[in-house]
């Protein structure tokens, strides 16, 4: 069941993009949606049966190249941080697929649009389950392909095609920072396997090797999560349709850098100097942020910019070693930032596509539903 939940949301996004026109729109939702509710209800029963059960699984489907020390498996490893990360995407990939079944319903695009949600979704699915660095790398640029398919997924503005370029050059800075750092840790230890390189690392005195790549594997972390520096793609994110802004911003883009970190943990133990870094790096990001939303007119980039500073949040908190309070923070944060981002898109969707919160008001009267569930989620983000 494990594997069956990461594949069938690349074969949904098949069957959608390629024989989306044989189905009709009505058959892309109904095939789409049942496939999406059965990953969802998949990844429920296997969190249940492995938190109570307390058991982890690994499989090692084939050997990929094997070039002397120079080889790769590909390979699956559900642990508890997999099987938590596996709730989050499955949820909110669900939500954003129904929500986006009504909101792009008039887009002559629609069939494009719902396939590249579910290859979003096993792309990240792929990411967070590797047992490697070389598959976790696949999942990795492959976030950053669909960010960029799905920002520009109405090329027609220019807008739209000046953010997915910003994107993708600006976390392409990071991809080749987070490359050299495999290939680093590759040349100290001979091995891609992530379970391998932390016991490899913790016999052995390699103190300034370790500074070396893990700074490396950092530029990664700030490209791909948007940290002070590298923030700057994030709030023009916001040109992709609204059920985009929601599965970027919660479940599956931005919070890669953090699930890097959080996979790499016991590594980023052994350097004091990285995690001081993580400290300085966090801090900054959600102070900045922070104050740019509050000056923000734009109501998605508010919620862009809120998101930044709650990733800061994580990344600070890595860097005092609460690994497990900043997985907590970022399943949480997944949850109610894809709330606020779907109530926006309804707000938005409601008011003739008008996004200037300076033009908005009395909202609670005409959308009342929309009101508490923005209250909820913002009492979530506060706290």
């Known amino acids: 069941m494990n594997l069956v939940i990461i594949i069938l949301p690349l074969i949904n996004s098949i069957l959608c993009g390629l024989f989306g026109r044989f189905l009709g729109k009505k058959g892309v939702k109904l095939v789409s949606f049942i496939i999406m509710l059965f990953v969802f209800i998949s990844s429920w029963i296997v969190f249940y049966e492995s938190n109570t059960n307390n058991y982890l699984s690994y499989y090692n489907i084939l050997n990929w190249f094997n070039l002397g020390l120079f080889n790769c498996s590909f390979s699956f490893k559900f642990d508890l941080i997999t099987i938590n990360m596996i709730i989050l995407v499955s949820t909110v990939s669900l939500f954003v697929h129904i929500f986006s079944y009504d ?8 069939l494009r649009f ?3 949600l579910s290859l979003f979704t096993f792309f990240m699915l792929l990411l967070i389950s590797s047992s490697n ?8 640029e492959g976030v950053g392909l669909c960010s960029y398919l799905l920002i520009n997924f109405w090329y027609t503005r220019i807008q739209a095609n000046k953010s997915a370029f910003k994107a993708m050059i600006i976390n392409k800075i990071g991809d080749i920072g987070f490359l050299l750092g495999i290939l680093f840790i590759w040349l100290y230890s001979g091995s891609f396997e992530i379970n391998e390189i932390f016991l490899i690392f913790s016999n052995s005195e390699y103190s300034t090797e370790i500074f070396t790549f893990l700074s490396l594997l950092l530029i990664g972390v700030i490209g791909k999560s948007a940290q002070l520096g590298l923030h700057i793609w994030l709030p023009d994110a916001m040109e992709g349709p609204t059920p985009v802004s929601a599965l970027i911003h919660a479940a599956t883009m931005v919070t890669a850098g953090v699930l890097l970190i959080i996979r790499m943990s016991p590594l980023f133990e052994l350097s004091s100097s990285i995690l001081i870094i993580l400290i300085i790096i966090g801090s900054l990001t959600s102070f900045f942020s922070a104050t740019i939303g509050i000056v923000q007119n734009d109501i998605k980039k ?3 910019y809120s998101t930044c500073s709650q990733l800061g949040y994580m990344v600070m908190i890595c860097g005092f070693s609460y690994y497990d309070l900043s997985l907590f923070h970022l399943i949480n944060h997944g949850f109610f930032k894809a709330l606020l981002f779907l109530s926006a898109g309804s707000i938005i969707h409601s008011l003739n596509d008008e996004q200037d919160m300076r033009k908005y008001g009395a909202l609670k009267t005409t959308i ?3 009101f508490i569930l923005i209250t909820i989620a913002s009492i979530a983000l506060m706290g």
Request: aromatic share 20%.
């Open 103 to 110: 909101y792009m319903d008039n887009d002559p695009h629609f």
């Open 114 to 116: 719902i396939s590249y």
């Open 133 to 140: 660095l070389v598959q976790l790398f696949i999942g990795w």
């Open 302 to 304: 508010v919620i862009a």
């Open 368 to 370: 009342p539903i929309i």
